[in-house]
C-alpha cells in the first residue's frame, strides 16, 4: 500500500474516532458537565459534612442564608452577591429596616428549625429559640450576632 494511502486511512480513522468519541460522550451526558445547579432556598436540604463545631455553624449560617434567600424570593447566592454593590448581573436587594428584619427572620427560624430536625439542638431548645426569634428586638438579634462572630476574630 502506498504511504499516502496509508497516511488517508489512518487520518480517516481518527476523524472517526473523534466524532464515536464526541457522540458516545454527549449520549452520556457531556452536555450538562460543569453547569452549576442552583437550588431553591426554600427546599433545599443543607448538607454540610463533617462533625464537630466547625461543621454546625456552617450548616447553621446556610440554613439561615437559605430561610433568608426564601423570603426575599432569590436564590442563596444572590442573596450572598447582593452584599456586594458592583457584583454584575445581580439583582440590587432594598435593603430597609423592614426588609431587613424580616429578613432576618426568616433566615434564623430556618436555622433553628433546620438544626432541631438535624438534632442538633433539642425540641425545647428550638422552641425557646424560635419564641426568641420572634419576639426580641432586630437590633439585639443582629449585634448578637456581630458579638458572636468578634469571638473568631
Known sequence: MAPQRV?????AALVAAGVALI???LRLGADEFGQAAVADPCTAEVAFPGDGV???????VLSGLNGA???LDTTREELV???VPEAPGVE???WDRETIERTVRSGLLRAADDAAARGSIGSVTALVLRQLIERAPI???IRGGEEIAGLFD
Do not use: H, K, M, Y
Not at 497516511?7 to 487520518?11: D, N, P, S
Open 7 to 11: 497516511a488517508a486511512f489512518v487520518l
Open 23 to 25: 457522540v458516545l460522550e
Open 54 to 60: 466547625d461543621a454546625s455553624v456552617q450548616r447553621i
Open 69 to 71: 434567600a426564601c423570603d
Open 81 to 83: 452577591l447582593a452584599f
Open 92 to 94: 440590587p436587594i432594598e
Open 139 to 141: 437590633d439585639w438579634l
